[in-house]
């Protein structure tokens, strides 16, 4: 579960945002700016990130406040599951990233794994739609939804890419060392139980 802290600043941040989206009010506007402030000053004491940085990424955004959502490919192969070697970390995880404007879910899956793996792929069904606070991920200052996406090999070779140093494929009894922050030792189960059972229903949250 959220660590309450990080949930209170989040909350905090996205107060202030949209307020400063709609706001006509030049003594709202500054307190909105206090709110934004506080949940910065939250940010810097609680975590390691520098403040300058949480100010580019986690304060700058405008607009109505909503969250970010991480699309993730899930391919399987001889009852294995395809993963990338992350370099930011050096730590294994399902292909994909950020939700790019302009493409649909089930684009972005099959788009992020050729980019990230080499591998051509359709879309098969959709897996799951989780809310990243119910998971036991590192704490982070936005609020991501995250989409699963089975899809199907039709073509491409493994090739790693820019973000990636390796591509393999694991079967659910030797997975490698994952990266928390994209996808956990439960999730990567959960997705395994979509092999087994092609009749499981989609998960939500």
């Known amino acids: ?6 949930e209170w600043a989040k909350q905090i941040q996205a107060i202030a945002q949209t307020g400063l989206t709609y ?3 030049p003594y709202d506007t500054e307190r909105y700016e206090q709110l934004r402030q506080i949940s910065i000053d939250i940010l810097a004491n609680y975590t390691s990130i520098d403040e300058q940085q ?13 969250p970010k959502v991480d699309v993730r490919g899930v391919v399987f192969n001889n009852n294995k599951i395809l993963m990338v070697r992350e370099k930011i970390d050096g730590a294994w995880s399902l292909p994909g990233g950020w939700a790019d404007i302009g493409y649909s879910p089930s684009e972005i899956a099959v788009k992020e794994i050729k980019e990230e793996s080499g591998y051509d792929v359709i879309p098969v069904r959709l897996l799951a739609v989780l809310d990243k606070k119910f998971h036991h991920h ?4 936005y609020h991501v939804y995250k ?9 491409g070779e493994a090739t790693t890419s820019l973000e990636t140093s390796a591509v ?5 009894q030797h997975l490698p060392e994952l990266s928390l922050e994209r996808n956990t030792p ?10 087994h059972d092609t009749n499981k229903k989609v998960i939500l949250d």
């Open 186 to 195: 439960q999730q990567i189960i959960t997705m395994f139980e979509f092999l």
């Open 54 to 66: 949480i100010k580019l990424s986690f304060a700058n955004e405008t607009g109505y406040a909503t």
């Open 138 to 141: 590192p704490p982070e200052p």
């Open 168 to 172: 393999d494929f694991f079967d659910e």
């Open 147 to 155: 989409i699963f996406i089975e899809c199907k090999i039709v073509g």
């Open 1 to 6: 579960m959220e660590i309450k802290w990080l």
């Open 23 to 25: 706001t006509k009010d």
